[in-house]
């Protein structure tokens, strides 16, 4: 973006008369640019996203973002991804929250915030009514920053989605966060990868789980849970009855696990996403997972991609897939399963294809035989008038004749 095209983007936004949405991501805006939007945001009613990622506004620019929400009415989203921020960023931002009451998504994705910036937007959230999403992934939070916001989802009753992902919180940081799971009633999607939760950290939540109904959305991919972990966690979904999608890919799952997760889904009948990419299940994990689809059907997606499954399972798993009707999103196996999957999908969907296209068929065979039958009815009353013009003309006629070769365009 060239300055004079900055210039009359700042004058749109006084004026009101720029789109309801700007994507300003990776433009080079600093700090001074950054103030000039807010000074603008301040006079604005109109705009209600705002995306400013990857730019380097850092804690100034922050700052000055954070005194214009205090003011503005109408913005909802607010993207700062990777700005630099730092803490006193977030510390503004915590405050002008306090405050402001129509921002209803945030996100400070790699801003540099840690357990103090962390600590600011939790208390910040034991006020606010409106903020629905906040993204502080990336952003070395600790375990003190976990338990900051674990606190003040007890007392928070509006924040839907929480993504703490690359924190290094900790087995410390998700117990304090699946004890505030039995008590919150409102947060639905929770983002914990690459956390270094561990099998603890996972038995934490597993039983936080089994009480929980609101949680539809759990990710704890890259976090070592183990066997262990993954057999606790599909203990707790025999009993819960709202998760919809779990992440546990690159857990050192082996074929323990899959098997405890695979008898968990004869039994489960929410869940619908399960990622169990980059683990160790094997030939013998994939084929009983697969033998459990057959008696499930809710689950739609089942990521098992680099999980040492070889050829011949694979076969097993195409031939046993064709039993169950319900997985028509996907299967990530490894790459040589994309053919047996394409496969799959099209012995599955043999019957309703006969289904559809043989009436169809039946219908267009009778419509072109109508069409034949009357195109021959045509032939013949052609072939009848001319025949009568002839005689009425007392012209002879042949087979051979030039005129009868051309009779329709005679007639």
């Known amino acids: 973006m060239t300055e004079h095209e900055f210039k009359q983007l700042i004058e749109q936004i006084q004026n009101n008369t720029c789109p309801a949405t700007l994507a300003l991501g990776n433009n080079g805006i600093n700090a001074e ?59 503004a931002l915590a405050k002008a929250l306090t405050q402001n009451s129509t921002l209803q998504t945030l996100n ?28 502080l992934g990336y952003n070395r939070i600790g375990k003190e920053g976990a338990e900051a916001l674990a606190k003040a989802l007890l007392q928070n009753a509006t924040l839907q989605t929480l993504d703490l992902h690359y924190n290094k919180i900790g ?50 991919g890259y976090n ?58 094997g030939n013998a994990g994939a084929e009983v997972l697969t033998k459990a689809l057959t008696q499930n059907s809710t689950l739609q997606t089942l ?23 319900k997985i028509q999103e996907r299967l990530q196996l490894n790459w ?3 053919a ?8 599955n969907h043999e019957s309703e294809i006969k289904n559809s296209i043989l009436p169809l068929i039946s219908q267009i065979t009778k419509k072109v035989d109508s069409i034949a039958v009357r195109m021959i009815n045509y032939d013949k009353f052609i072939d009848t008038q001319f025949h009568q013009w002839h005689l009425n003309h007392r012209a002879p006629i042949t087979k051979g004749s030039i005129g009868h070769r051309k009779r329709k365009s005679t007639c």
Request: net charge neutral; proline share 0%; charged share 15%.
């Open 33 to 91: 640019k950054a103030k000039q939007l807010a000074n603008a945001l301040i006079l604005n009613s109109t705009l209600q996203t705002l995306d400013l990622f990857n730019n380097q506004i850092d804690k100034e620019g922050a700052e000055a973002l954070a005194k214009a929400l205090t003011q503005n009415s109408t913005l909802q989203s607010l993207n700062l991804w990777n700005n630099k921020i730092g803490k006193e960023g977030a510390e």
């Open 108 to 135: 400070l994705w790699r801003n540099q915030i840690g357990k103090e910036g962390a600590a600011a937007l939790a208390k910040a959230l034991t006020q606010n009514s409106t903020l629905q999403s906040l993204n």
């Open 171 to 220: 087995k410390e940081g998700a117990a304090a966060l699946a004890k505030a799971l039995l008590q919150n009633a409102t947060l639905q999607t929770l983002n914990l990868g690459y956390n270094q939760i561990g099998n603890e950290g996972a038995a934490a939540l597993a039983k936080a789980l089994t009480q929980n109904s609101t949680l539809q959305a759990l990710d704890l």
């Open 224 to 281: 070592q849970i183990g066997n262990e972990g993954a057999e606790v966690l599909a203990n707790a979904l025999t009993q819960n009855s709202t998760l919809q999608t779990l992440g546990l890919q690159d857990n050192e799952i082996g074929k323990e696990g899959a098997e405890a997760l695979a008898k968990v889904l004869t039994q489960n009948s929410t869940l619908q996403t399960l990622n169990l990419e980059y683990n160790q299940i």
């Open 303 to 325: 990521g098992l991609r680099e999980n040492q499954i070889g050829n011949p399972i694979e076969k097993t798993i195409a031939a046993l897939l064709t039993r169950n009707l």
């Open 336 to 338: 040589s399963g994309v």
């Open 340 to 347: 047996l999957l394409t496969a799959f999908r099209r012995a």
